[in-house]
């Protein structure tokens, strides 16, 4: 049992010490400089769709770019909250390249679109 413990405390020791050393080599490593430009009619709505309020965007790890949207909603000023549902999409996902949509959804269950 003893044997166990030090082997499994040493597992532990290595593994610590090896993402200490990936820290330090990653925290001295240049970052690259990122250039940023308009790209004209990005993203490509669907048919009869306009934005409003976008409250979040994130990109996954495909580079695929999803975008949160309120479905015309805001915030309201009072306690009176709209109750009914939003009658469109409201998250969008776009190929990160062209723009082009993937898939949307998130209509009619949200009453209230936030953020993430």
Do not use: C
């Not at 009658?87 to 993937?102: A, D, E, K, W």
Request: hydrophobic share 50%; charged share 15%; aromatic share 8%.
């Amino acid at each position: 049992m003893k044997m166990l413990l030090w082997v499994l405390a040493l597992a532990a020791l290595a593994t610590h010490l090896g993402a200490a050393k990936t820290i330090r080599q990653s925290a001295a490593a240049p970052l690259a400089k990122a250039e940023y430009h308009v790209i004209h009619d990005w993203p490509v709505l669907p048919d009869n769709t306009i934005f409003g309020e976008v409250s979040s965007v994130a990109v996954d790890a495909l580079g695929n770019v999803f975008a949160l949207e309120r479905g015309g909603r805001k915030w309201p000023e009072s306690d009176v909250l709209d109750q009914a549902p939003i009658v469109g999409p409201t998250v969008f996902v776009f190929h990160g390249r062209t723009g082009n949509p993937i898939v949307q959804w998130g209509k009619d269950p949200l009453i209230v679109q936030a953020s993430t």
